[in-house]
């Protein structure tokens, strides 16, 4: 059986390598299948290893808290809010929290002007805590101090696509720019962040959260977010779940109701981007399964060709002793090393594709295939030509010796 | 009598055809011995069962009904794989078109029939040469069948039919596709192979062919017509 095995390959490899190029053609669906999914595999991998960088910089250990309003009670023209006073009450009994701070976000980008030049950015009304629970600090000038705030300072700490789109010069500091019409002094720059998922996380500007709530006037009307982060000793579960009891007992929350708010954490929102890669992968994964499939049907039909021609030269192997399974055999092994061959030249030029693609995004990470990925996509090519090889290897086995002899 | 000498004994054998709503009879109850070292000629127009002769020879094909004990076993009801098996074992094919397989060289053709016996390749490969210079080949082992002569692919095809050391060769029309000059070559190699002690049966319509042979059967419809042994006239009366 072993001597055959191998006896069986060498002479499958010969069959193979004498059509070089129908057996290219016949395996391109293969090559085409496991190319694209190796791509598709190293490029989301090498992109997720990065996005789990970018995320584990916003802080694993930080929560955010915003107003959560169902789609039922929008459609009613009730909208849930988190206040200021909601900010005040976890201050005041939220347990393993190392600091807090409200965020006041104007609803759209917001223009900002300096001399002639205008540029759009996001507001943010901030206090001082924002730098340790975003773990943003400032590269030139300071922070937002409580002064800031207690005296609805107009100064702002701005973040760096907000100097370059304004054309402010390399030290801003003590420059004025023009916010919703009031003069604001640039007290701050903040260190670059990069950016997630493609948006920049430094076209930004933190004022005052006083400040803030000035500009956007109705006071009883505003929702802020909260942003925390934890003590060390801190269970992130635990003040989760303490932080849940007291926002619904202050919003008088009946235990039939859901909760008007939601607790994120950096973790939660890694867990949903990679959910999304994930069903991403998928969808992909099952288009190429269905190449692959078409591969195999290829790969299928030339082999019932090849049967057909060979038929004479079966005959002549069961004339000087082969039974039906060295036969079946052969064809099987020639069906499999044909696909696996496809997979492996699908799987090279997948990975040069993969490392095109991402050498060719600036700031992307280089391509890498998980060896899963690769014994995967092997392993799936082996099967598709283990499937697909049956039934002409059948046929061949199945064939008379005399009529095989005989077939011109 | 001789029994103990006979490789092959046919006994009352049949092959009948179905040919549309037909019955056709390609062999009609056949009874022939044949001995260890004979030298033996079927010869006959076509349709006179001759090629269905050797395919139940050969183990090719299966009788309808009757014995045919190779070695003194019944090979009449084996099933394919079983057929294979003595094909292999006991049965060395001489093809009118050679058939040898047209990717591999010369060595690899003589080697394959070692193949499906599980023979290691240092071996297999032994073998194949030591029957490739016997046949006078031992030049052209590594030349594929289409860079080879007539002559030389049938040489190689009897290598290839040697290797096994079958208890037959079987040779159909052996010499049908080549000049006369490697004709009577190869049937020099046949002489040969017989004086070495080899069961030789030929496949022929060629008198010059069957005169080589010690013993001539002639067939006709499905029955044997003549046999000039003497011993098959014992045989007869011996049943």
């Not at chain 2, 260890?36 to 010869?43: E, G, K, P, V």
Request: aromatic residues 6%; negative net charge.
């Amino acid at each position: 059986m072993f001597f055959s095995l191998i006896e069986s390959s060498r002479s499958a490899l010969a069959a193979i390598f004498a059509n070089r190029l129908r057996s290219f053609l016949t395996t391109l669906g293969i090559i085409i299948g496991v190319a694209s999914v190796i791509a598709v595999v190293s490029v989301t991998g090498g992109m997720s290893a990065f996005i789990g960088d970018s995320f584990a910089s916003l802080g694993a250990d930080s929560l955010t808290i915003r107003s959560y309003t169902p789609f039922e009670d929008l459609m009613k023209g009730i909208r849930s809010r988190l206040t200021p006073g909601d900010l005040e009450l976890i201050e005041k009994r939220g347990e393993g929290i190392a600091s807090i701070t409200p965020v006041l976000e104007a609803n759209r980008s917001s223009q900002i002007k300096y001399g002639p030049q205008t540029a759009y950015s996001l507001i943010m009304g901030t206090t001082y805590a924002y730098q340790d629970v975003a773990q943003s600090y400032t590269q030139i000038g300071r922070f937002l101090a409580q002064s800031d705030n207690l005296t609805r300072r107009r100064v702002a700490v701005i973040g760096e696509d907000v100097k370059e789109n304004l054309n402010l010069p390399d030290n801003p500091i003590n420059e004025y720019v023009e916010l919703s019409g009031e003069w604001f002094k640039i007290v701050g720059l903040l260190e670059p962040m990069g950016d997630i998922m493609g948006q920049s996380r430094d076209n930004i500007v933190l004022i005052p959260y006083s400040t803030m709530v000035s500009i956007l006037g109705n006071q009883s009307r505003i929702d802020i977010g909260i942003q925390l982060s934890l003590t060390p000793a801190a269970n992130l579960e635990n003040v989760v779940s303490q932080l849940t009891t007291v926002l619904r007992s202050a919003h008088d929350l009946r235990s039939d109701e859901d909760d008007d708010f939601r607790i994120q954490t950096a973790e939660q929102l890694m867990e949903q981007f990679d959910q999304i890669l994930g069903t991403l992968t998928m969808v992909i994964g099952g288009i190429v399964s269905i190449s692959l499939l078409v591969g195999g049907i290829g790969i299928m039909n030339i082999m019932l060709v090849s049967v057909t021609e060979r038929t004479r030269e079966i005959g002549i192997c069961k004339a000087i002793g082969a039974k039906s399974n060295h036969i079946l055999m052969q064809f099987l092994i020639e069906a499999t090393l044909l696909s696996l061959l496809g997979g492996l030249i699908g799987l090279l030029s997948g990975y040069g594709l993969g490392m095109l693609i991402s050498s060719s995004i600036p700031d992307f990470p280089p391509a890498s295939v998980p060896l899963w990925a690769a014994l995967l996509a092997l392993g799936f090519s082996g099967f598709v030509g283990i499937l697909f090889g049956i039934l002409p290897a059948a046929k061949a086995a199945r064939l008379d010796p005399i009529d095989a002899l005989r077939y011109e | 009598m001789g029994n103990n000498t006979a490789v092959i004994n046919l006994k009352n054998i049949t092959k009948h055809y179905e040919m549309g709503s037909q019955l056709v009879r390609a062999l009609d109850g056949i009874n022939i011995e044949v001995e260890r070292n004979d030298y033996l000629a079927f010869i006959g127009s076509s349709g006179s069962g001759k090629s269905t002769m050797l395919n139940i020879l050969g183990c090719l094909d299966r009788p309808t009904s009757g014995q045919y004990d190779l070695n003194g076993k019944n090979v009449a009801k084996l099933y394919q794989n079983e057929l294979s098996e003595i094909r292999n074992l006991e049965i060395g094919f001489i093809f009118q078109s050679f058939n040898l397989l047209p990717r591999a060289n010369a060595l690899n053709n003589v080697m394959q029939p070692l193949v499906y016996r599980n023979i290691g390749f240092r071996n297999r490969r032994s073998m194949a040469m030591e029957a490739l210079t016997r046949v006078g080949l031992k030049e052209r082992v590594d030349h594929l069948p289409n860079q080879l002569s007539g002559g030389q692919r049938q040489r190689v095809a009897i290598a290839r039919a040697l290797v096994t050391q079958p208890s037959i060769l079987l040779a159909d029309e052996p010499t049908g596709n080549l000049d006369s000059k490697t004709t009577l070559e190869i049937m020099e190699l046949f002489d040969e192979l017989h004086d070495e002690g080899h069961t030789l049966i030929v496949v022929t319509h060629e008198e010059e062919i069957a005169q080589h042979c010690r013993r001539v059967v002639e067939m006709k419809d499905g029955k044997i017509f003549s046999d000039n042994s003497s011993k098959k006239k014992a045989h007869e009366k011996a049943h």
